[in-house]
């Protein structure tokens, strides 16, 4: 007897929402999570200013009316604490939490074929059985540190923004360094410029940013926002990023210079993505018009910079505005205006070591009372690499992967019978609106499951034909886009995990926009899921056991 019908791996965003959906099915399934608690991302990453990009009240749920209508959003782009306090309350909320097994961290997942079941290792030394293994494993997980020499050696605190210490840090009156200019370091250095004696920020390579423009949601705006939800889940659903911005659908050269600084006025002053996502759509594939809209954005950092030396420093040169992805900031720009608040440019100066006092570059050595490495993360695939995943014939998936990911929709793998993956490599998840991506996909995964109970089928398994054209056309989407020359972790670049260096692009996202997505995988599924070969049961009468399958 198997010990779940379903094991889902990952209490964040998306494996709170999975489970949400098995407990209501009464299908008898766990979460396994390998932290101390729930939340995901919002658990780990406790660093000074974090929040996300996403006006809040598209992030939020969308599956109960009543969550919709009981949770007030405090900001338009909510912070860390409030949104570890929102996956809680949806826990606390749906009585999630008893299907939840805490500090449980999965070492090995691999399939036996002849009893179809899936057997996990857990570093507890515990093994538990299932028939189905859901994935919600986090895109951006795994925290990767630099590759330095003496990085043991420090005397003071050190850390990852993802390993933020939950206690907090004293800062004031410390000489702090940040290495990286990613998203992360750009909300870490606004936030603590203020609040340290002085900060340093080592900078390999500039990231192009623009501002947050964050608010208070009053009690009027929410309960305006309240009646509206249906409206912005609708527009979230028909935009290719799953937001409440739509592209400018002019042509960019079709319209004049002036109409498009007018634009570009416009979305410089409004909040959120809009610079990004309602910009004209050629900054993404045409070479010109992202010069041109770059030229812009630098210029408006020379606005904000006082140093002309230190603005340049901060203008990207090796990619356009929006190939990456865009941190959205808030006064980033105008923290390198004060005297406490250092930059070092590590592409003149490499650091070469951490020394017992701080960091040693080809130029000189600094001192510090505290090392912060906001150095980004093994991306999309990193979490799965760490656990040892074996499918038919013990093919195991690390080595499939190893130039990476080939998946069908995102979601399956062939000879990974029964492994699904909601927010997988080459998704609809990863570059869309997080929340509203994976809702998609545990929808779809769910519906999968739903089918094959009610079919009496128990086997899954994406045809190798039909994960070769998934893994094709989204490596050919690339080919339109201009971020298949940037070194980010949308191609699955990371110059501290081996193999990730740039030079082999990994094609992690599906870049045909969510409508485009959700039409695919709707249509697989009204077709009777074409490109799954379904196996029934091995024994006669016992397909659908839903005696064993239902939660008692
Ligand atoms: P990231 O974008 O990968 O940035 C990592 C930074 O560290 C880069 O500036 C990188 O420089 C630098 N770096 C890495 N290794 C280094 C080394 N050995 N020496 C010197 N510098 C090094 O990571 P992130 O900032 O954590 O952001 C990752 C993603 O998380 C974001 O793109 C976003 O999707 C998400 N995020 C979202 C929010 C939000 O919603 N507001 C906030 C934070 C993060 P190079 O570029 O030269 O490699």
Not at 226 to 240: K, L, N, S, V
Not at 312 to 341: C, M
Request: glycine residues 10%; charged residues 25%; aromatic residues 12%.
């Amino acid at each position: 007897m198997i010990d779940y019908e379903v094991i889902v791996i990952g209490a964040g965003v998306a494996g709170i929402y999975q489970i949400k959906r098995l407990v209501d099915l009464g299908v008898k399934a766990v979460v396994l999570e390998g932290s101390p608690d729930l939340g995901g991302t919002w658990y780990w990453n406790r660093y000074p200013g974090c929040r996300f990009d996403s006006e809040s009240y598209t992030y939020g749920y969308s599956f109960s009316r009543e969550l919709l209508d009981e949770w007030h959003w405090k900001e338009k782009f909510s912070s860390q604490p409030e949104n570890l306090r929102y996956l809680n309350h949806v826990a606390d909320k749906f009585d999630l939490r008893r299907h939840m097994q805490f500090n449980s961290r999965v070492d090995a997942a691999s399939y036996d074929e002849a009893e179809n079941i899936w057997r996990l290792t857990l570093s507890d030394g515990r093994t538990l059985t299932s028939r189905f293994v859901v994935m919600t494993l986090g895109l951006l997980s795994m925290p990767t540190l630099p590759r330095l020499e003496g990085m043991d050696r420090f005397e003071g605190p050190s850390f990852h923004t993802y390993n933020w210490p939950h206690e907090g840090v004293e800062l004031a009156g410390k000489r702090v360094a940040v290495i990286g200019t990613g998203a992360t370091a750009i909300q870490v250095i606004a936030e603590i410029a203020d609040k340290v004696g002085d900060l340093t920020v080592f900078q390999r390579r500039p990231n192009w940013a623009a501002p947050l423009n964050n608010s208070r949601i009053s009690q009027e705006e929410m309960a305006d926002i309240r009646g509206r939800y249906d409206e912005i889940f609708a527009t979230c659903a028909r935009t290719p990023g799953g937001f409440e911005h739509e592209p400018d659908r002019r042509g960019f050269w079709e319209v004049s210079r002036e109409e498009r600084l007018k634009l570009w006025d416009r979305l410089y002053d409004e909040p959120g993505f809009g610079i990004w996502l309602r910009n004209f759509r050629e900054i993404f594939t045409d070479e010109a018009a992202n010069a041109e809209f770059s030229e812009y954005i630098a210029d408006r950092i020379r606005r904000r910079v006082k140093d002309p030396e230190v603005a340049e420093k901060l203008i990207p040169r090796d990619h356009g505005f929006g190939v990456q992805r865009v941190p959205l900031e808030t006064y980033y720009y105008e923290a390198y205006n004060r005297d406490n608040v250092h930059l070092v440019d590590i592409s003149e100066t490499p650091i070469v070591s951490v020394t017992e006092r701080g960091l040693r570059t080809t130029e000189r050595d600094y001192d510090f009372d505290i090392i912060v490495y906001a150095t980004g993360f093994d991306a999309i695939t990193g979490a799965f690499d760490h656990i040892e995943i074996q499918g038919v014939g013990g093919e195991k998936l690390g080595e499939k992967w190893k130039d990476g990911p080939s998946t069908f929709l995102g979601m399956m793998i062939s000879g990974f019978p029964n492994l699904l993956m909601p927010a997988g490599p080459q998704s609809g998840s990863a570059s869309t609106n997080y929340p509203r991506g994976i809702e998609t996909g545990v929808n779809w995964c769910t519906e999968l499951l739903k089918y094959m109970w009610a079919h009496g089928l128990e086997r899954a398994e994406a045809t190798r034909a039909a994960e070769e054209r998934w893994t094709r056309h989204v490596t050919e989407m690339y080919a339109m886009m201009l971020m298949r020359k940037a070194k980010s972790w949308f191609t699955g670049y990371n110059s501290n995990v081996a193999g990730h260096e740039q030079g082999r692009i990994r094609y992690f996202v599906y870049n045909g926009g969510a409508p485009k997505y959700v039409n695919t995988i709707t249509k697989v599924a009204q077709s009777g899921y074409e490109g799954i070969v379904f196996g029934p049961s091995d024994e006669p009468g016992r397909s659908g056991r839903s005696e064993e399958r239902l939660a008692v």
